[in-house]
């Protein structure tokens, strides 16, 4: 089991920047992909960010060149820096961990969840 809680939401004007936090514990020697995903009420979760155990990270195009997925063992702790946010990243953002090492960006993937944290970006 892995357990994973997220922190660092918030609301913020567009451009501006927020750091969102993922402290992972529990059977970490096994864990594979890490991943962030956010969602909008009524929409599908969608697939934003991913590290492998290897430090391989993937980007959505869409925040590409403001966001940067970065991790901390040391610390346990997954980090997603955005910036230059804009209202359409307005979302609640979770972060999942998979069994496999191998990344993917569907929901199915990952076996552990957050409960999420809510970003809000303003105009």
């Known amino acids: 089991q892995v357990q994973l809680v997220e922190s660092g939401g918030g609301s913020v004007q567009a451009g501006g920047s927020l750091r969102l936090s993922c402290a992972y514990s529990?059977?970490?020697?096994?864990?594979?992909?890490m991943s962030w995903f956010r969602q909008v009420a009524g929409q599908q979760r969608e697939w934003v960010s991913s590290?492998?155990?290897?430090?391989?990270?993937h980007y959505r195009d869409s925040v590409k060149g403001r966001f940067t997925l970065s991790r901390d063992n040391d610390k346990n702790t997954l980090f997603l820096q955005m910036n230059s946010l804009k209202p359409e990243d307005t979302a609640m953002y979770f972060c999942?961990?998979?069994?496999?090492?191998?990344?993917?960006?569907?929901?199915?993937?990952?076996?552990?969840w957050g409960q999420g944290t809510q970003v809000t970006v303003s105009l």
């Open positions: 999942a961990a998979a069994r496999l090492s191998g990344c993917n960006t569907y929901p199915a993937w990952y076996s552990y």
């Open positions: 529990g059977d970490t020697h096994t864990r594979g992909c």
């Open positions: 590290i492998n155990p290897d430090g391989n990270v």
